[in-house]
């Protein structure tokens, strides 16, 4: 028997069954044994009926006194009742629903019953509906750490159990790529005793052992595949864009502020990545309001000096307006510096609108230095005369599929890459997602700056709120109101946008001008409302999460957030961000949905928590590596996402850079060297 091997060719195994594991994806050994439980029951506790107490999940070993089956009044409802004894004494055990039990055990046979003590009256301790498993050498469903599966009707798990122990004691080929010795080295568990481990545990450190080695076994040709797409990139080589230390600090002396330490220590890290034949990869990560952009405008500034081109790619149309105003500005006085916009709904040039195609005509003559986009400038393919550097903004908001731009956007060399985030990655992810990138940490926030005074306050204090809104107002400031959704959908009691936009701009306060901003908007009303909300002329905005990313808004000092409680940690941080960006106090108010959520411990967290980096990492501690890879869009799909560890992720980074070094150790990894080929052809995470 090998993985191959077809399931139809096992014991018990007819066309019924075998069609029904076919609805789980197993037709062959390999698969059913790749079926690993999602659970255990933890029946590994026995003991003697006298000692038993209420409560208590346990395994006993005992004999059958009696057994019938019963029907009880209501109808349909039947029942099986048998009392069970040790030399300790007896106890009743009840089934509901499962007629056959009485037909199958018999009276004086020796049994194990698994399940959790319950009272029957204040006398009588009582067993419902415990797991029976017939007395064998070996229990496979009592008395241990019992495996539980995904399964479905036909396929229970007790049939799974005896397939899969009947297997794991008739398989002789477990495909495993590493030789004993070498996994031995490696402190992994040889396949064939991580399968086993993973289905029949004697401990739960073998259930931790065993998925180490399957997570190790499915990371090793991502983590390959990244490697070999860096070392791809550094041998392309790529533009150099010279080190003009007077032109920067020219740049930064027209300012309108002084730059932070950490500012001048990216910047100056980013003009030195950019000044060598070598393609950079960096991630620019500091929280919002800390002052990314003017770190991206300085690197943008000296490609433009040496005649290279900057894409600057945003997840929203709001954020590319901002970005352009902003660069606009910037360069006010370096007139030299093209700047060009590109978006679904506009392009513009120098602050002029413009034709696409000119646009683009312009761009491919190298007219433009530095080009602002969204996904719109992902569509032209080879729009660049000399694209030097890439700035991805927000970085984790792209898909990987997007990121392909980098293989196909230029022509000649790969860019220098940027990206930019304001939820920082934790290390080991960062790691292996992108290879050994480079960070540039803002840890520094401009001076003067405020903690945001964060609340969660109870629906019955809301008018309260509002009246201090109402008073932020009148001495000049702006408020933003975010609600999760923007229709109210039946089922939902979550405050939509549009109704509470009506709500508020009616009743409550019909005296401001109150705006209404949503992602599914038309980009005109998104861009004239965003406009008069940072002229002041709409003093309250109403909005769904998409004001999360990126905008900046110095003036406005208080934020609503509605049903706080559906909001990860990371996005209520960067919809705080939103405010206290100005000099002056900001404050942010968390209503929740429900009083219930009142003393919900992650919002009370966060309300005293400021530091951006604390909270991704309680983030990654609620939801495991495997949840992040996914929601980094990180074009991976891992099989087993839940067994990624932090070990894991840096066991089989480990392993993939000796493999770079000594490929012709590992030429007999065939299938790990297949898939990660296969992997680093279409993975841009560069
Ligand atoms: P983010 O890091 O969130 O992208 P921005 O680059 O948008 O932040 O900067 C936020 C605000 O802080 C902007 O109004 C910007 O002009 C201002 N700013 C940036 N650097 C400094 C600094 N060193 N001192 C004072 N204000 C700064
Ligand atoms: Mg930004």
Redesign the pocket.
């Known amino acids: 028997m090998n993985f191959s091997t077809k399931v139809t060719t096992l014991p018990k195994v007819g066309v019924k069954l075998a069609s029904a594991l076919k609805q789980l994806g197993i037709t062959t050994v390999g698969e059913l044994l790749y079926h690993f439980p999602y659970k255990y029951l933890d029946f590994s506790n026995t003991a003697q009926i006298s000692d038993l107490e209420e409560g208590q999940t346990v395994t006993i070993s005992a004999q059958v006194d009696k057994i019938k089956a019963q029907r009880a009044f209501k109808k349909g409802l039947s029942f099986s009742i048998a009392t069970v004894y040790d030399q300790t004494g007896s106890i009743e055990a009840v089934w509901f629903n499962q007629p056959y039990l009485a037909k199958s055990l018999k009276t004086e046979e020796q049994i194990y019953l698994a399940g959790t003590v319950t009272r029957k009256n204040s006398r009588q301790l009582q067993l419902v509906n415990p797991v029976v498993e017939k007395f064998s050498e070996q229990s496979l469903h009592t008395g241990r750490l019992v495996p539980v599966y995904h399964s479905i009707e036909l396929v229970y798990n007790k049939t799974l159990r005896n397939l899969i122990h009947h297997c794991l004691q008739n398989i002789t080929k477990w495909d495993d790529e590493f030789s004993s010795k070498k996994i031995k080295q490696l402190n992994l568990l040889g396949l064939s005793e991580a399968i086993k481990n993973l289905h029949f545990p004697e401990s739960w450190q073998d259930v931790e052992h065993g998925r180490l080695r399957i997570a190790f076994n499915e990371l090793l040709p991502q983590q390959l595949a990244v490697l070999i797409k860096e070392k791809a990139l550094r041998d392309a080589g790529s533009f150099e864009a010279k080190l003009d230390v007077e032109a920067i600090k020219t740049f930064v002396a027209k300012?309108?502020?002084?730059?932070?330490n950490s500012?001048k220590k990216a910047a100056w890290d980013i003009a030195n990545n950019i000044s060598q034949p070598v393609p950079m990869n960096r991630l620019l990560q500091?929280?919002?309001?800390?002052?990314?952009?003017?770190?991206?405008a300085i690197a943008a500034l000296l490609a433009s000096l040496s005649k290279l081109q900057t894409a600057i790619l945003a997840p929203t149309e709001i954020l590319a307006n901002?970005h352009y105003a902003?660069f606009l500005e910037l360069f006010r006085t370096f007139k030299k510096v093209k700047i060009g916009l590109i978006t679904r709904n506009s392009s513009s040039v120098d602050g002029s609108e413009t034709t696409k195609a000119e646009l683009l005509k312009k761009a491919k003559s190298g007219k433009i230095d530095v080009l602002i986009g969204t996904h719109s400038l992902l569509q032209e393919k080879n729009s660049f005369n000399k694209l030097a550097l890439l700035v991805i903004?927000e970085q984790h908001r792209f898909g990987v599929a997007q990121r392909s731009f980098l293989k196909e956007g230029y022509s000649n060399k790969p860019p220098h890459l940027l990206s930019?985030s304001?939820t920082p990655i934790p290390r080991t992810l960062a790691l292996s997602l992108y290879g050994n990138l480079q960070v540039s940490d803002?840890k520094q926030m401009?001076?003067?700056?405020k903690l945001v005074i964060t609340k969660v306050v109870p629906d019955l204090e809301r008018d309260k709120i509002y009246h201090f809104i109402s008073q932020q107002v009148q001495m000049g400031r702006q408020a933003f109101i975010v609600t999760p959704r923007v229709e109210d959908s039946e089922k939902s009691e979550l405050k939509a946008a549009k109704q509470e936009f009506e709500l508020l701009s009616k009743k409550v306060f019909p005296q401001y001008k109150v705006g209404l901003l949503y992602g599914k908007q038309k980009a005109k009303e998104k861009s004239e409302t965003t406009k008069l909300f940072a002229e002041n002329k709409i003093q309250i905005l109403v909005a769904t999460s998409v004001i999360e990313i990126?905008v900046?808004f110095?003036n406005a000092s208080v934020i609503i957030i509605e049903g706080a409680e559906r909001f990860g940690l990371a996005q209520l941080h960067q919809l705080r961000?939103r405010v206290g960006?100005?000099l002056s106090q900001s404050y942010c108010f968390l209503l929740t949905t429900t009083e219930s959520h009142q003393d919900n411990e992650r919002l009370q967290t966060f309300t005293k928590t400021f530091d951006g980096f604390k909270l991704a990492e309680d983030d990654l501690k609620q939801r495991g590596y495997g949840d992040l890879f996914g929601s980094m869009q990180s074009g991976f799909n891992f099989k087993f996402p839940k067994f990624i560890t932090e070990t894991a992720l840096l066991k089989s980074h480990e392993v993939a850079s000796e493999i770079m070094t000594h490929p012709e150790e590992y030429k007999g990894l065939k299938r790990t060297l297949k898939l990660a080929n296969e992997f680093a052809e279409d993975y841009h995470g560069e």
């Open positions: 300012l309108p502020f002084t730059l932070t500012q500091g929280d919002v309001g800390s002052g990314k952009t003017v770190v991206i901002q902003t903004d930019v304001a803002l401009p001076s003067g700056r990126g900046d110095p961000g960006r100005g």
